[in-house]
């Protein structure tokens, strides 16, 4: 249950965050916090992960969903099973992230960014949460399958 909720407040999270940058700010606003570290803007993406394949929102949103679809598989067969809590929890931040930025692709046709880093070339890119959590999710994943790995090598 507790995989479940994880991934139900990242959307709901995510979610208010998204409908609150739509409402409040304009495509050219921009504001520094954290003494300029990052900054708060709205930015439509139509594409995936840095606008790749903009041009092709059809495919990108079906992809996106298949993917998507997939992991919600695993997740449903792995979940009832005892152990595997760092495969549950990178499963439960990827489909939170994953959940919020394909709704958002499927309701609006583009996903809300709204957070860049104002360090060198990351100033240039915007993020969501939702990138967030799909990352460190799938750094954790990556985590579990290597320490999985090992159970499988031969003495």
Known sequence: MLYIFIVYAIVKIENSIKNYIETSM???DREDILK???????????GAFLQFMEKKKELVKTVS???????????ALL???????LYKLALALILGGGFSN???????????????INVGKLKKIVFNLADIVIFIG??????????NQKQFEQP
């Open 65 to 75: 969903c298949v993917l998507l679809g997939i992991l919600l598989l695993v997740f």
């Open 138 to 147: 799938s750094l954790l994943l990556l985590l579990a399958s290597l320490g």
């Open 102 to 116: 394909v709704g958002d692709r499927l309701l609006k046709g583009r996903v809300v960014d709204y957070f860049s």
């Open 79 to 85: 979940l009832p099973k005892k152990g595997n809590r």
């Open 26 to 28: 304009n495509l050219d």
């Open 36 to 46: 300029g570290w990052v900054s708060i803007r709205k930015h439509y993406n139509e």
